[in-house]
Nanobody, 121 residues
Framework: QVQLVESGGGLVQPGGSLRLSCAASGSMFSNDAMGWYRQAPGKQRELAATITRSGFSNYADSVKGRFTISWDNAKNTVYLQMNSLKPEDTAVYYC???????????????WGQGTQVTVSS
């Protein structure tokens, strides 16, 4: 069973910063990629940023230049540093991991429980 435990959400003023963390644990053959998705009230879940084990990262246009994703392979933990936060960044942020349970099985997506980020004065 793969578990993703998120932390770091909260309330911040516009222009402020937050850092989200997500630690992956459990039995897995490999963890190929991790990322952060977000869902604002009344909207669909959307990609914020992803990163592969080799370090290739991808960002939504709306967060480029403000958010930075990184992965500590030794801790199997992914981070999302969010700077210059805007009210429109308010959402529940979900951690995602693409994991192979065994060597011969296609990767599956696993999700964390979500952490609330609210940007408001």
């Amino acid at each position: 069973q793969v578990q993703l435990v998120e932390s770091g959400g909260g309330l911040v003023q516009p222009g402020g910063s937050l850092r989200l963390s997500c630690a992956a644990s459990g039995s897995m053959f490999s963890n190929d990629a991790m990322g952060w998705y977000r869902q604002a009230p009344g909207k669909q879940r959307e990609l914020a940023a992803t990163i592969t084990r080799s370090g290739f990262s991808n960002y939504a246009d709306s967060v480029k230049g403000r958010f930075t994703i990184s992965w500590d392979n030794a801790k199997n933990t992914v981070y999302l540093q969010m700077n210059s936060l805007k009210p429109e960044d308010t959402a529940v942020y979900y951690c995602n991991a693409r994991v192979r349970i065994t060597w011969n099985r296609a990767p599956d997506d696993y999700w964390g429980q979500g952490t609330q980020v609210t940007v408001s004065s």
